[in-house]
């Protein structure tokens, strides 16, 4: 048994990835120096030589020359008559340096060693992996598809790194087979049972906001900012932006031109609806814009509750809550407020004939004669403009609006 037996296992890990070449010498030094001190019970005297490049190994013992039958540790002395078997110009008190083979630990020691080397280099792999991956959490990474299961895909990176992505963090309409790329973000890194695990999410809205970061130079160049992104992964997402520079749009950048820029993130995230709003500090102006395309006609915040009571005429109802409820969840998630939508009631109008049971005719004739023919044409007009307009007294005018205001009320 020569040094290639197990040099050979070691040579291959100057390409590990994750370790580099001091680190990796470092382990080496440390197991072989563990396996002297078993054998030898110190390490002092020996010079452990590595050279990873090459995977050479050499295991150097130096002991002090004694006089012959004088050697009372072994490991430490050696005599003088065998000192000068190796070199005839020895004398006592030098040195003398031996190479210790592989052999000379006998075969279990080597079967220990190999053991002991593998799982340093797991350890510091899983440590240097979790590390990595630490880092890059809430980022895009590329991978290729692996295996797909019912309740995960595994996913390998460029260096063939294991990576999981959950069914729940899949976007519901997501498809995938082996081979397939993929892009997501890092969610998070735990460690389970000692081993890395690297957890992929496409449903968070980080995902969005980096692929909004890829696709607008703007946003990357930190001239827009993504001031909050709210999403129900597949169907519908709001994406509030700023610009702090007032000759940039940042709805109109981030969209592009007839949408080029937002089309390559919908396609990525399957077809997923994309609202860009200009982000406002002014809570009835923002829940306006988060409602779009409904058109609101007033709004009552309490900011006591964080709640907010939306009017919108009969017709915008249905486009405030959008189909399923989405869009006016949306819209909650990011403003912050409970929003209730409320239909607002137009009341119908009444022709003047109708209180002719009420109001004398002739009294009625007189309004009509200035174009007043129904009910709220009199209200919408002030009392002293109506005495002026017609012939009647001002006591008569406000039994008359008494009488047309009780009819709304």
């Not at 291959?12 to 382990?27: A, Q, R």
């Not at 008559?81 to 083979?101: H, L």
């Not at 900011?303 to 189909?323: C, D, F, N, Q, R």
């Amino acid at each position: 048994m020569d040094n290639l037996n197990l040099i050979s296992s070691f040579a291959e890990f100057k390409e590990l990835k994750n370790i580099d070449k001091n680190t990796m010498i470092g382990v080496l030094e440390d197991v072989f120096r563990h396996q002297l001190i078993k054998t030898y019970e110190t390490d002092e005297n020996f010079d452990v030589i590595i050279n990873p490049e090459k995977g050479d190994l050499e295991i150097w013992r130096n002991r002090t020359i004694v006089e012959d039958g004088q050697v009372e540790n072994p490991n430490q002395q050696i005599s003088l008559s065998d000192a000068r078997a190796i070199d005839p110009t020895y004398e006592v008190g030098e040195e003398v340096a031996d190479e210790i083979k592989l052999s000379d630990f006998g075969r279990r020691a080597v079967l220990s060693l190999r053991q002991n080397l593998a799982s340093r280099i797991m350890d510091l792999e899983k440590a240097n992996l979790y590390e990595k991956y630490k880092e890059k959490v809430g980022e895009i990474i590329t991978g290729e598809v692996y295996q797909v299961w019912k309740k995960e895909v595994l996913v390998l990176d460029d260096e063939d790194n294991e990576l999981v992505l959950p069914k729940s963090e899949q976007i519901p309409s997501d498809f995938f087979r082996k081979g397939d790329s993929i892009k997501a973000i890092v969610s998070k890194v735990e460690m389970r049972n000692n081993n890395p695990t690297i957890i992929l999410s496409r449903t968070a809205p980080e995902f969005l906001e980096r692929l909004f970061e890829m696709e607008v130079p703007e946003i990357y160049d930190g001239l827009i900012t993504i001031k909050k992104i709210v999403r129900i992964p597949g169907e519908r997402a709001k994406v509030a932006v700023e610009s702090y520079d007032d000759r940039i749009d940042p709805v109109g950048a981030c969209v592009g031109m007839k949408g080029s820029r937002i089309y390559s993130i919908v396609k990525e995230l399957r077809n997923e609806n994309i609202d860009v709003v200009n982000y406002t500090s002014n809570p009835q102006l923002m829940i306006q814009r988060a409602l779009n395309p409904a058109k609101i006609s007033s709004i009552q915040i309490n900011e006591e509750t964080k709640t907010a009571s939306v009017y919108l005429k009969p017709t915008e109802v249905s486009l405030a809550i959008g189909k399923g409820g989405l869009n006016i969840r949306l819209a909650s998630m990011l403003t912050g407020y409970d929003l209730d939508v409320y239909r607002e009631v137009e009341e119908e109008d009444v022709a003047l004939d109708e209180f002719s049971d009420e109001i004398d005719q002739w009294i009625i004739d007189q309004f009509k004669a200035i174009g007043c023919d129904t009910a709220k044409s009199v209200l919408e007009l002030p009392v002293d403009e109506l005495v002026r307009l017609t012939d009647l007294e001002e006591e008569t005018i406000q039994e008359v609006v008494g009488i047309l205001k009780a009819e709304f009320e």
